[in-house]
Protein backbone atom coordinates (compact mmCIF):
# COMPACT_ATOMS: atom_id res chain seq x y z
CA UNK A 1 0.00 0.00 0.00
CA UNK A 2 1.34 3.42 -0.90
CA UNK A 3 2.55 5.46 2.16
CA UNK A 4 -0.26 7.82 3.26
CA UNK A 5 -0.39 10.53 5.64
CA UNK A 6 -2.57 10.00 8.84
CA UNK A 7 -4.04 12.43 11.97
CA UNK A 8 -5.46 11.11 15.30
CA UNK A 9 -8.22 11.73 17.10
CA UNK A 10 -7.40 10.81 20.89
CA UNK A 11 -10.60 10.87 23.62
CA UNK A 12 -10.43 10.12 27.08
CA UNK A 13 -13.86 10.36 29.45
CA UNK A 14 -12.39 11.06 32.97
CA UNK A 15 -8.94 12.73 33.68
CA UNK A 16 -9.88 14.11 37.29
CA UNK A 17 -5.77 14.39 37.91
CA UNK A 18 -5.43 16.22 34.69
CA UNK A 19 -1.92 14.04 33.57
CA UNK A 20 -4.03 12.63 29.50
CA UNK A 21 -2.26 9.70 30.10
CA UNK A 22 -4.86 7.77 28.53
CA UNK A 23 -4.66 9.60 25.59
CA UNK A 24 -0.71 9.36 25.89
CA UNK A 25 -1.06 5.75 25.66
CA UNK A 26 -3.35 5.33 22.95
CA UNK A 27 -1.51 7.80 20.38
CA UNK A 28 1.76 5.18 21.23
CA UNK A 29 0.28 2.06 20.03
CA UNK A 30 -1.31 4.51 17.39
CA UNK A 31 2.42 5.60 16.13
CA UNK A 32 3.22 1.48 16.45
CA UNK A 33 0.48 0.40 14.33
CA UNK A 34 1.56 2.85 11.81
CA UNK A 35 4.74 2.27 11.74
CA UNK A 36 4.32 -1.24 11.02
CA UNK A 37 2.08 0.08 7.79
CA UNK A 38 4.42 2.37 6.64
CA UNK A 39 2.67 5.48 7.03
CA UNK A 40 3.60 9.03 8.06
CA UNK A 41 1.91 10.74 10.95
CA UNK A 42 0.95 14.37 10.01
CA UNK A 43 2.96 17.03 11.67
CA UNK A 44 0.24 18.68 13.25
CA UNK A 45 -0.84 17.99 16.96
CA UNK A 46 -3.58 15.51 17.22
CA UNK A 47 -7.12 16.23 17.52
CA UNK A 48 -7.48 15.57 21.77
CA UNK A 49 -10.61 15.79 24.00
CA UNK A 50 -9.07 15.46 27.39
CA UNK A 51 -11.52 14.61 30.77
CA UNK A 52 -14.61 14.94 27.94
CA UNK A 53 -17.60 11.92 27.34
CA UNK A 54 -18.65 11.05 24.00
CA UNK A 55 -22.42 9.86 25.08
CA UNK A 56 -25.49 11.88 24.66
CA UNK A 57 -25.18 12.35 28.61
CA UNK A 58 -22.34 14.60 28.34
CA UNK A 59 -22.81 17.94 29.36
CA UNK A 60 -18.90 19.33 28.61
CA UNK A 61 -18.45 20.07 24.65
CA UNK A 62 -15.60 18.22 22.76
CA UNK A 63 -14.13 21.09 21.29
CA UNK A 64 -11.53 19.37 19.20
CA UNK A 65 -13.89 16.51 18.14
CA UNK A 66 -15.81 19.73 16.50
CA UNK A 67 -12.38 21.11 15.15
CA UNK A 68 -12.54 18.00 13.42
CA UNK A 69 -15.70 18.30 12.11
CA UNK A 70 -14.79 21.62 10.97
CA UNK A 71 -11.65 20.87 9.25
CA UNK A 72 -13.18 18.24 7.43
CA UNK A 73 -16.29 20.45 6.32
CA UNK A 74 -13.69 23.29 5.03
CA UNK A 75 -11.49 20.79 2.94
CA UNK A 76 -8.31 21.58 5.38
CA UNK A 77 -7.80 18.05 7.19
CA UNK A 78 -4.83 17.41 5.09
CA UNK A 79 -4.47 13.70 5.27
CA UNK A 80 -5.34 10.56 3.80
CA UNK A 81 -6.55 8.64 7.04
CA UNK A 82 -8.49 9.38 10.42
CA UNK A 83 -6.88 7.29 13.02
CA UNK A 84 -8.79 6.36 16.46
CA UNK A 85 -7.53 3.92 18.94
CA UNK A 86 -11.22 2.31 19.31
CA UNK A 87 -14.64 3.26 17.59
CA UNK A 88 -16.61 4.14 21.32
CA UNK A 89 -13.14 7.00 21.44
CA UNK A 90 -14.57 8.96 18.53
CA UNK A 91 -18.41 9.32 19.32
CA UNK A 92 -21.25 6.77 21.54
CA UNK A 93 -23.90 8.89 19.04
CA UNK A 94 -25.33 7.79 16.37
CA UNK A 95 -25.83 11.20 14.71
CA UNK A 96 -21.89 12.24 15.04
CA UNK A 97 -20.61 8.90 13.79
CA UNK A 98 -22.83 9.32 10.51
CA UNK A 99 -21.99 12.87 10.01
CA UNK A 100 -18.04 12.06 10.16
CA UNK A 101 -18.75 9.09 8.24
CA UNK A 102 -20.43 10.93 5.38
CA UNK A 103 -17.84 13.84 6.09
CA UNK A 104 -14.69 11.24 5.32
CA UNK A 105 -16.44 9.78 2.48
CA UNK A 106 -17.30 13.19 1.22
CA UNK A 107 -13.89 14.15 1.50
CA UNK A 108 -12.33 10.50 0.58
CA UNK A 109 -10.57 9.90 3.90
CA UNK A 110 -10.19 6.20 5.19
CA UNK A 111 -10.57 5.50 9.16
CA UNK A 112 -8.22 3.62 10.64
CA UNK A 113 -9.74 1.60 14.18
CA UNK A 114 -6.25 0.75 15.96
CA UNK A 115 -7.75 -2.18 17.99
CA UNK A 116 -9.46 -3.65 15.24
CA UNK A 117 -6.17 -3.34 13.22
CA UNK A 118 -8.26 -2.13 9.84
CA UNK A 119 -8.56 0.54 7.26
CA UNK A 120 -12.16 1.05 6.78
CA UNK A 121 -12.89 3.29 3.79
CA UNK A 122 -16.74 4.81 4.33
CA UNK A 123 -17.31 4.63 0.36
CA UNK A 124 -17.31 0.78 0.63
CA UNK A 125 -20.87 0.04 1.60
CA UNK A 126 -19.73 -3.44 3.64
CA UNK A 127 -16.96 -0.96 5.55
CA UNK A 128 -19.65 1.79 6.27
CA UNK A 129 -22.19 -0.66 7.34
CA UNK A 130 -19.54 -2.49 9.90
CA UNK A 131 -18.78 1.23 11.17
CA UNK A 132 -22.47 2.14 11.81
CA UNK A 133 -22.60 -0.60 13.55
CA UNK A 134 -20.25 -0.50 15.89
CA UNK A 135 -21.88 3.48 16.43
CA UNK A 136 -25.40 1.70 17.44
CA UNK A 137 -22.95 -1.03 20.16
CA UNK A 138 -21.47 2.21 21.13
CA UNK A 139 -24.45 4.42 22.16
CA UNK A 140 -26.03 1.39 23.55
CA UNK A 141 -23.16 0.70 25.66
CA UNK A 142 -23.30 4.25 26.83
CA UNK A 143 -26.97 3.84 27.38
CA UNK A 144 -26.21 0.61 30.04
CA UNK A 145 -23.36 2.38 31.92
CA UNK A 146 -26.44 5.07 32.41
CA UNK A 147 -28.95 2.71 33.67
CA UNK A 148 -26.44 1.07 35.58
CA UNK A 149 -25.04 4.71 37.55
CA UNK A 150 -28.50 5.66 38.17
CA UNK A 151 -29.38 2.46 39.78
CA UNK A 152 -26.42 2.55 41.72
CA UNK A 153 -27.00 6.20 43.00
CA UNK A 154 -30.66 5.19 44.13
CA UNK A 155 -29.67 2.42 45.57
CA UNK A 156 -27.11 4.29 47.83
CA UNK A 157 -29.86 6.88 48.52
CA UNK A 158 -32.11 4.22 49.97
CA UNK A 159 -29.33 3.37 51.67
CA UNK A 160 -28.70 6.40 53.61
CA UNK A 161 -25.41 6.84 51.99
CA UNK A 162 -23.91 10.09 49.93
CA UNK A 163 -23.37 11.00 46.74
CA UNK A 164 -21.81 13.89 44.69
CA UNK A 165 -20.24 16.52 46.41
CA UNK A 166 -20.16 17.46 50.24
CA UNK A 167 -22.74 18.73 52.05
CA UNK A 168 -21.60 21.85 53.63
CA UNK A 169 -21.97 21.24 57.58
CA UNK A 170 -20.35 17.70 56.81
CA UNK A 171 -16.76 16.32 55.81
CA UNK A 172 -16.10 12.47 55.03
CA UNK A 173 -13.95 10.27 56.26
CA UNK A 174 -12.37 7.65 54.23
CA UNK A 175 -9.74 4.70 54.43
CA UNK A 176 -5.92 5.87 53.76
CA UNK A 177 -5.50 2.45 51.66
CA UNK A 178 -8.15 1.97 50.35
CA UNK A 179 -10.35 5.39 49.81
CA UNK A 180 -13.42 4.16 51.13
CA UNK A 181 -15.77 6.08 52.72
CA UNK A 182 -16.29 5.10 56.43
CA UNK A 183 -18.31 7.74 57.80
CA UNK A 184 -19.59 11.35 57.44
CA UNK A 185 -18.94 13.75 60.49
CA UNK A 186 -19.64 16.76 61.45
CA UNK A 187 -17.39 19.97 60.47
CA UNK A 188 -15.76 21.61 63.45
CA UNK A 189 -16.69 25.11 61.32
CA UNK A 190 -19.53 24.93 59.30
CA UNK A 191 -21.62 22.79 61.56
CA UNK A 192 -22.09 25.42 64.42
CA UNK A 193 -23.05 27.81 61.41
CA UNK A 194 -25.60 25.68 59.86
CA UNK A 195 -26.97 25.65 63.47
CA UNK A 196 -26.88 29.00 63.90
CA UNK A 197 -28.69 29.87 61.15
CA UNK A 198 -31.72 27.98 61.41
CA UNK A 199 -31.48 29.19 65.42
CA UNK A 200 -31.75 32.96 63.92
CA UNK A 201 -34.58 31.83 61.74
CA UNK A 202 -37.08 30.05 64.20
CA UNK A 203 -36.18 33.63 66.36
CA UNK A 204 -37.55 35.53 63.55
CA UNK A 205 -34.56 37.30 62.24
CA UNK A 206 -34.47 38.05 58.36
CA UNK A 207 -32.60 36.03 55.40
CA UNK A 208 -31.12 39.23 54.65
CA UNK A 209 -29.43 40.17 58.49
CA UNK A 210 -27.63 36.99 58.98
CA UNK A 211 -26.23 36.56 55.32
CA UNK A 212 -25.11 40.40 56.10
CA UNK A 213 -23.87 39.28 59.42
CA UNK A 214 -22.01 36.33 58.02
CA UNK A 215 -20.30 38.24 55.57
CA UNK A 216 -19.35 40.86 58.36
CA UNK A 217 -17.72 38.49 60.41
CA UNK A 218 -15.70 36.84 57.07
CA UNK A 219 -17.45 33.97 57.35
CA UNK A 220 -16.61 31.79 53.61
CA UNK A 221 -19.83 31.00 51.98
CA UNK A 222 -21.30 28.03 51.91
CA UNK A 223 -20.19 27.49 47.98
CA UNK A 224 -17.93 29.65 45.76
CA UNK A 225 -20.17 31.03 42.93
CA UNK A 226 -19.08 30.32 39.76
CA UNK A 227 -20.72 32.96 37.64
CA UNK A 228 -17.80 35.38 36.79
CA UNK A 229 -19.54 38.54 37.72
CA UNK A 230 -19.98 37.43 41.63
CA UNK A 231 -16.73 36.12 42.68
CA UNK A 232 -16.87 38.13 45.35
CA UNK A 233 -20.70 37.95 46.65
CA UNK A 234 -20.18 35.76 49.67
CA UNK A 235 -23.40 34.97 51.42
CA UNK A 236 -26.81 36.32 50.31
CA UNK A 237 -30.40 35.76 51.66
CA UNK A 238 -31.42 33.21 49.09
CA UNK A 239 -28.16 31.14 50.02
CA UNK A 240 -28.96 31.17 53.79
CA UNK A 241 -32.64 29.84 52.90
CA UNK A 242 -32.15 27.10 50.20
CA UNK A 243 -29.35 25.78 52.93
CA UNK A 244 -31.94 26.04 55.83
CA UNK A 245 -34.87 23.75 53.54
CA UNK A 246 -31.96 21.21 52.69
CA UNK A 247 -32.89 17.63 54.85
CA UNK A 248 -29.66 16.66 54.59
CA UNK A 249 -29.57 18.73 57.93
CA UNK A 250 -32.60 16.55 59.82
CA UNK A 251 -30.67 14.03 58.69
CA UNK A 252 -32.59 12.52 55.67
CA UNK A 253 -31.26 11.26 52.55
CA UNK A 254 -33.14 13.12 49.72
CA UNK A 255 -33.32 11.56 45.60
CA UNK A 256 -34.87 13.32 42.77
CA UNK A 257 -36.84 15.85 45.44
CA UNK A 258 -38.08 12.87 47.43
CA UNK A 259 -37.28 12.06 51.28
CA UNK A 260 -36.03 8.10 50.54
CA UNK A 261 -34.06 6.90 53.70
CA UNK A 262 -32.38 7.92 56.80
CA UNK A 263 -29.05 9.67 56.37
CA UNK A 264 -25.85 7.59 57.73
CA UNK A 265 -24.62 11.16 58.79
CA UNK A 266 -25.74 12.76 62.33
CA UNK A 267 -28.81 15.70 62.16
CA UNK A 268 -27.33 18.86 62.29
CA UNK A 269 -30.88 20.24 63.04
CA UNK A 270 -33.48 18.40 65.03
CA UNK A 271 -36.32 16.73 62.52
CA UNK A 272 -38.79 18.44 64.50
CA UNK A 273 -37.08 21.74 64.56
CA UNK A 274 -36.38 21.05 60.71
CA UNK A 275 -39.83 20.82 60.31
CA UNK A 276 -40.94 24.01 61.94
CA UNK A 277 -38.31 25.68 59.94
CA UNK A 278 -39.89 24.71 56.85
CA UNK A 279 -43.42 26.07 58.31
CA UNK A 280 -41.73 29.53 59.17
CA UNK A 281 -39.40 29.50 55.69
CA UNK A 282 -42.69 28.35 53.52
CA UNK A 283 -45.89 28.92 55.27
CA UNK A 284 -48.89 27.19 53.76
CA UNK A 285 -50.62 30.51 53.58
CA UNK A 286 -48.22 32.16 51.25
CA UNK A 287 -48.84 32.90 48.10
CA UNK A 288 -45.95 31.64 45.22
CA UNK A 289 -43.50 34.58 44.29
CA UNK A 290 -44.81 35.03 40.89
CA UNK A 291 -48.17 35.33 41.90
CA UNK A 292 -47.56 38.63 44.37
CA UNK A 293 -50.00 41.35 43.51
CA UNK A 294 -46.65 43.53 41.94
CA UNK A 295 -46.85 47.34 41.95
CA UNK A 296 -44.17 47.53 39.08
CA UNK A 297 -43.52 46.41 36.30
CA UNK A 298 -39.88 46.05 36.86
CA UNK A 299 -39.04 44.57 40.32
CA UNK A 300 -36.99 41.48 40.94
CA UNK A 301 -37.20 41.24 37.28
CA UNK A 302 -34.12 44.46 36.35
CA UNK A 303 -31.27 43.43 37.16
CA UNK A 304 -27.93 45.03 38.23
CA UNK A 305 -24.89 45.34 35.32
CA UNK A 306 -22.42 45.24 37.80
CA UNK A 307 -22.91 42.79 40.43
CA UNK A 308 -26.63 40.74 39.22
CA UNK A 309 -28.08 41.71 41.74
CA UNK A 310 -32.15 41.69 41.35
CA UNK A 311 -32.90 45.65 41.49
CA UNK A 312 -36.26 47.35 43.54
CA UNK A 313 -38.14 50.21 43.91
CA UNK A 314 -36.94 53.40 45.77
CA UNK A 315 -36.75 56.86 45.95
CA UNK A 316 -34.02 59.35 45.06
CA UNK A 317 -33.73 63.11 46.14
CA UNK A 318 -34.55 65.66 43.16
CA UNK A 319 -32.39 68.28 42.87
CA UNK A 320 -29.41 69.51 44.72
CA UNK A 321 -29.56 70.81 48.39
CA UNK A 322 -31.34 74.05 49.36
CA UNK A 323 -31.65 76.12 52.10
CA UNK A 324 -34.33 78.67 53.07
CA UNK A 325 -33.17 82.10 54.20
CA UNK A 326 -32.73 81.06 57.70
CA UNK A 327 -30.30 78.27 56.68
CA UNK A 328 -33.06 75.30 57.21
CA UNK A 329 -32.92 72.94 54.58
CA UNK A 330 -35.78 72.86 51.88
CA UNK A 331 -37.24 69.63 52.00
CA UNK A 332 -36.33 68.05 48.00
CA UNK A 333 -39.24 66.68 46.04
CA UNK A 334 -38.79 62.47 45.42
CA UNK A 335 -39.34 60.75 42.59
CA UNK A 336 -39.67 56.79 42.09
CA UNK A 337 -36.24 54.77 41.35
CA UNK A 338 -35.48 51.55 40.76
CA UNK A 339 -32.00 50.97 42.95
CA UNK A 340 -29.83 47.91 43.10
CA UNK A 341 -30.24 45.65 46.09
CA UNK A 342 -26.70 45.38 46.82
CA UNK A 343 -24.45 42.78 48.79
CA UNK A 344 -25.27 42.49 52.68
CA UNK A 345 -23.03 43.61 54.47
CA UNK A 346 -19.87 43.23 52.23
CA UNK A 347 -18.18 45.17 48.98
CA UNK A 348 -19.39 44.24 45.51
CA UNK A 349 -16.66 43.39 42.91
CA UNK A 350 -15.54 46.96 42.48
CA UNK A 351 -14.97 47.38 46.12
CA UNK A 352 -18.10 49.73 46.70
CA UNK A 353 -20.74 48.77 49.57
CA UNK A 354 -24.53 49.33 48.93
CA UNK A 355 -26.42 49.22 45.91
CA UNK A 356 -24.13 50.45 42.34
CA UNK A 357 -26.92 51.37 40.12
CA UNK A 358 -30.36 53.08 40.21
CA UNK A 359 -32.87 54.38 37.05
CA UNK A 360 -35.46 57.11 37.12
CA UNK A 361 -38.43 54.32 37.15
CA UNK A 362 -40.40 56.00 34.45
CA UNK A 363 -37.31 55.86 31.95
CA UNK A 364 -36.27 52.25 32.85
CA UNK A 365 -40.38 51.05 32.26
CA UNK A 366 -40.39 52.81 29.26
CA UNK A 367 -37.24 51.29 27.63
CA UNK A 368 -37.65 48.26 28.34
CA UNK A 369 -41.21 48.62 26.97
CA UNK A 370 -40.06 50.24 24.04
CA UNK A 371 -37.42 47.51 23.61
CA UNK A 372 -39.72 45.05 24.15
CA UNK A 373 -42.52 45.39 21.81
CA UNK A 374 -40.05 46.49 19.01
CA UNK A 375 -38.87 42.88 19.56
CA UNK A 376 -42.42 41.46 19.47
CA UNK A 377 -42.84 43.23 16.04
CA UNK A 378 -40.55 42.00 14.50
CA UNK A 379 -41.43 39.23 11.77
CA UNK A 380 -38.59 36.93 13.02
CA UNK A 381 -39.78 37.00 16.25
CA UNK A 382 -40.38 33.62 16.70
CA UNK A 383 -37.09 31.88 14.96
CA UNK A 384 -35.21 34.61 17.43
CA UNK A 385 -36.74 33.70 20.33
CA UNK A 386 -35.06 30.84 22.63
CA UNK A 387 -31.73 32.05 20.82
CA UNK A 388 -29.24 31.35 23.57
CA UNK A 389 -26.13 32.15 22.39
CA UNK A 390 -23.10 30.19 20.49
CA UNK A 391 -23.85 27.13 23.99
CA UNK A 392 -27.80 27.33 22.91
CA UNK A 393 -27.11 27.54 19.06
CA UNK A 394 -24.13 24.73 19.22
CA UNK A 395 -26.79 22.44 21.24
CA UNK A 396 -29.62 23.15 18.92
CA UNK A 397 -27.48 22.07 15.95
CA UNK A 398 -25.88 19.16 17.49
CA UNK A 399 -29.89 18.12 18.50
CA UNK A 400 -30.78 18.72 14.29
CA UNK A 401 -27.67 16.84 13.69
CA UNK A 402 -28.53 13.71 16.26
CA UNK A 403 -31.83 13.43 14.49
CA UNK A 404 -30.85 13.46 11.17
CA UNK A 405 -28.21 11.02 11.76
CA UNK A 406 -30.97 8.50 13.59
CA UNK A 407 -32.77 8.80 10.59
CA UNK A 408 -29.73 8.35 8.11
CA UNK A 409 -28.82 5.72 9.22
CA UNK A 410 -32.87 3.86 9.36
CA UNK A 411 -32.98 5.05 5.57
CA UNK A 412 -29.67 2.72 5.33
CA UNK A 413 -30.95 -0.16 7.63
CA UNK A 414 -34.16 -0.13 5.56
CA UNK A 415 -32.35 -0.31 2.55
CA UNK A 416 -30.48 -3.37 3.31
CA UNK A 417 -33.62 -4.66 4.96
CA UNK A 418 -34.71 -4.67 1.98
CA UNK A 419 -32.17 -5.94 -0.37
CA UNK A 420 -31.34 -9.11 2.41
CA UNK A 421 -35.10 -9.76 2.71
CA UNK A 422 -34.16 -9.00 6.92
CA UNK A 423 -37.14 -6.91 7.78
CA UNK A 424 -36.91 -8.21 11.55
CA UNK A 425 -33.51 -6.34 11.40
CA UNK A 426 -35.47 -3.09 10.80
CA UNK A 427 -37.73 -3.94 12.98
CA UNK A 428 -35.26 -4.36 16.00
CA UNK A 429 -33.25 -1.33 14.84
CA UNK A 430 -36.54 0.68 14.57
CA UNK A 431 -37.03 -0.67 18.18
CA UNK A 432 -34.00 0.93 19.40
CA UNK A 433 -33.44 4.23 17.29
CA UNK A 434 -36.38 5.23 17.15
CA UNK A 435 -37.52 6.58 21.09
CA UNK A 436 -33.97 8.09 20.54
CA UNK A 437 -35.45 10.36 17.91
CA UNK A 438 -38.08 11.06 20.10
CA UNK A 439 -35.91 11.98 22.60
CA UNK A 440 -33.80 14.57 20.78
CA UNK A 441 -37.11 16.20 19.30
CA UNK A 442 -38.28 16.24 22.71
CA UNK A 443 -35.22 18.38 23.56
CA UNK A 444 -35.03 20.25 20.66
CA UNK A 445 -38.45 21.93 21.38
CA UNK A 446 -37.31 22.55 25.05
CA UNK A 447 -34.54 24.76 23.62
CA UNK A 448 -37.34 26.91 21.51
CA UNK A 449 -40.16 27.23 24.68
CA UNK A 450 -41.23 30.47 25.10
CA UNK A 451 -44.61 31.13 27.30
CA UNK A 452 -47.68 30.12 25.87
CA UNK A 453 -49.19 33.45 27.06
CA UNK A 454 -46.23 35.27 24.62
CA UNK A 455 -47.57 33.06 21.68
CA UNK A 456 -51.52 34.39 22.17
CA UNK A 457 -50.71 37.94 22.83
CA UNK A 458 -48.42 37.72 19.44
CA UNK A 459 -52.00 35.92 17.40
CA UNK A 460 -53.88 38.95 18.26
CA UNK A 461 -51.29 41.11 15.73
CA UNK A 462 -51.70 44.43 17.25
CA UNK A 463 -49.29 44.10 20.15
CA UNK A 464 -48.75 47.85 21.32
CA UNK A 465 -52.73 47.51 21.83
CA UNK A 466 -52.77 44.74 23.66
CA UNK A 467 -50.11 45.43 25.45
CA UNK A 468 -51.86 48.98 26.67
CA UNK A 469 -54.49 46.15 27.91
CA UNK A 470 -52.75 44.04 29.72
CA UNK A 471 -52.98 43.83 33.76
CA UNK A 472 -49.87 44.84 35.50
CA UNK A 473 -48.94 41.02 36.20
CA UNK A 474 -49.81 40.25 32.68
CA UNK A 475 -46.94 42.40 31.35
CA UNK A 476 -44.70 41.19 34.49
CA UNK A 477 -44.74 37.92 32.72
CA UNK A 478 -44.61 39.36 29.33
CA UNK A 479 -41.07 40.89 30.26
CA UNK A 480 -39.91 37.60 32.15
CA UNK A 481 -40.72 35.46 29.40
CA UNK A 482 -38.63 37.32 26.95
CA UNK A 483 -35.92 39.47 28.28
CA UNK A 484 -34.06 39.79 31.74
CA UNK A 485 -32.75 43.30 31.31
CA UNK A 486 -29.65 44.91 33.17
CA UNK A 487 -28.69 48.38 34.13
CA UNK A 488 -25.49 49.96 33.42
CA UNK A 489 -24.23 52.66 35.18
CA UNK A 490 -23.93 55.97 33.80
CA UNK A 491 -21.53 56.51 30.52
CA UNK A 492 -19.10 59.74 30.97
CA UNK A 493 -21.09 61.35 27.44
CA UNK A 494 -24.25 61.01 29.33
CA UNK A 495 -23.54 62.33 33.24
CA UNK A 496 -25.69 65.89 33.44
CA UNK A 497 -27.90 65.32 30.81
CA UNK A 498 -31.75 64.36 30.53
CA UNK A 499 -33.95 62.11 29.11
CA UNK A 500 -33.69 58.50 28.19
CA UNK A 501 -30.82 56.75 28.02
CA UNK A 502 -31.23 53.63 26.10
CA UNK A 503 -27.30 52.74 26.23
CA UNK A 504 -27.78 52.06 29.91
CA UNK A 505 -30.07 49.11 29.47
CA UNK A 506 -29.17 46.00 27.99
CA UNK A 507 -31.90 43.59 26.85
CA UNK A 508 -30.85 40.16 28.15
CA UNK A 509 -32.87 38.19 25.67
CA UNK A 510 -33.56 34.93 26.37
Known amino acids: ?138 EYESDKTSERIRRNVRAAAEAGRPHGKNVYGYQRVYDVKTRELLRVDEHPEQAAIVREAARRVLAGESFYAIAKDFNLRGIPPRRPTRVEHRKNYGWTPPAVKQMLT ?64 PMRLGKQNAGTKKVDPSGASIPRDVYGAYVCSGIPGRPGPDGRKGFHVAMRQEHLEQIVTEVLLARLERPDFLATIGDRGDAANSERDALLAEIAG ?5 DKVREEAAALLRFDILL ?36 RM ?23 RIGKGWRGRKGLNFERVEPGWR
Open 428 to 463: DQEARIEPKIRAAQAKLEKLSEIDPFVLALLSGGAI
Open 246 to 309: MPAYAGKRQHQGKIVSEALWPALIEPEAWQKLQSVISPQDRKRANDWPAKHLLSGIALCGVCGA
Open 1 to 138: MASLTVREYLRVSKDPRGTGKSPDQQHHENVRSFEQQGWVLHPSAPYRDTDRSASRYAKRHREDFGRLISDLEENAFDADVLAIWESSRGSRRVGEWVDLIDLCKEREVRIWVTTHGRLYDPANARDRRTLLEDAVDA
Open 406 to 410: YQAYL
Open 466 to 488: EWSSLKLAEQRRMVRAVMAPRVN
